[in-house]
């Protein structure tokens, strides 16, 4: 990331987090100024502000400051993902091998969807993309899967709301087709983009279930030509099996 995208603020913020994370006993305002060589009046503006979202916590008596409760469902929902990645990455492989194609997996991340790992195809022609990178929640297939998982009316309102972008001359635009895109995969348990997001690539995706992990996805993807009719279809039925199974492993 380039210098002008620094956000001093936010940096000095964490560095206030990790100074409290090594010090059990916690830490005064003037403590924390003195380590971090950041004045104090900026220190009482950052330790207040992280206060009121619970991110630290204050002794009354000492007046001494030290990680909050609030860091905790972070901290949960970090390990959820860890949890999702080690359990799926397995049969990520065995969906690759099966379909030859590359394997991704995601989680909802608010309006995007954010890749957690990946399985190249073995091909010297492959789609891939780094980890941690956040596809716009609307396009293709993750993103039918995740308003699927939503009640009709709440999917309804989420699109009322948002302006369904053209990609491709494949994208739909219209939310009542879109909505009907959505009744289609909550009755066949996947989703499909063809050509949908980017030219001459296509996917099927899948939903995981399961109450320890964040809403995710696995979905397969592939050039268009090597992804005809029939070898979608059986992708579909194998990215089901393989997200129904991730999800049984998850809740046990």
């Given at each position: ?202 996917a099927v995706a899948a939903a995981i279930s399961g109450q320890r992990q964040p809403m995710s996805a696995i979905w397969v993807v592939g050039f268009t030509p090597s992804m005809r009719a029939e070898k979608t279809r059986m992708i579909a039925q194998e990215t089901k099996r393989t997200a129904a199974a991730i999800g049984r492993c998850l809740m046990e």
């Amino acid at each position: 990331m380039s210098q002008q995208y620094r956000a001093p603020t936010v940096r000095k913020a964490f560095q206030i987090l990790r100074l409290l994370a090594r010090r059990e006993a916690g830490l005064s305002l003037s403590e924390i100024a003195r380590q971090l060589q950041i004045g104090k009046s900026t220190v009482h503006g950052l330790v207040a502000a992280l206060e009121q979202e619970d991110a630290v916590e204050r002794d009354p008596e000492s007046k001494r400051f030290s990680l909050g409760l609030g860091l905790l469902g972070l901290g949960r929902a970090v390990d959820a993902r860890m949890d999702l990645k080690q359990v799926a990455h397995p049969f990520m492989e065995d969906l690759r091998a099966k379909t030859q194609e590359s394997v991704f997996l995601g989680s909802r991340s608010f309006q995007h969807t954010t890749i957690v790992d990946i399985v190249e195809s073995t091909r010297d022609l492959k789609i891939t993309s780094p980890i941690g990178t956040r596809l716009p929640l609307l396009a293709g297939a993750t993103g039918k899967v995740f308003l699927a998982a939503l009640p009709a009316e709440q999917a309804e309102a989420w699109l009322d709301a948002k302006e369904l972008r053209r990609y491709t001359e494949n994208t739909i635009i219209d939310a009542k087709k879109y909505l009907q895109e959505l009744d289609r995969v909550r009755r066949e348990g996947y989703a499909l983009d063809d050509e949908e997001y980017i030219p001459g690539v296509r996917a099927v995706a899948a939903a995981i279930s399961g109450q320890r992990q964040p809403m995710s996805a696995i979905w397969v993807v592939g050039f268009t030509p090597s992804m005809r009719a029939e070898k979608t279809r059986m992708i579909a039925q194998e990215t089901k099996r393989t997200a129904a199974a991730i999800g049984r492993c998850l809740m046990e």
